[in-house]
């Protein structure tokens, strides 16, 4: 009993993880250029997913760990992309300060 009350704990705080770790790419974004934030925070809430399982299929003679019941985040498009509208404004200036320097 004292290795599936570890597992239990192990297994919330991964979840707690978890969720920090998609709302975070949900508020700043990612920093994985390879992929959209969209992608990455559909591979983290994939990892919410796993984890509430395997509590489901571990942890039945336990009473489930209290993140458990919290609402799993939705799926997003792949291509959504946090603080777009800070990106674009960002691109701008960028182009703007490149055009106007001499040597363009």
């Known amino acids: 009993m004292a290795k599936a009350k570890k597992q239990k704990q192990g297994y919330a705080a991964e979840l707690q993880k978890s969720f920090n770790q998609w ?4 508020i700043h974004g990612s920093s994985d250029p390879g992929h959209p934030d969209g992608v990455n925070m559909n591979l983290v809430r994939s990892h919410i997913l796993y984890y509430k399982k395997k509590i489901e299929e571990e942890m039945s003679l336990l009473p489930y760990p209290e993140i458990y019941y919290r609402e799993a985040p939705p799926e997003v498009e792949n291509g959504y992309m946090a603080r777009v509208d800070e990106i674009r404004e960002n691109a701008k200036k960028s182009l703007a300060a490149y ?3 001499p040597d363009y």
């Open 23 to 26: 709302n975070h790419i949900n």
């Open 99 to 101: 055009k106007a320097d």
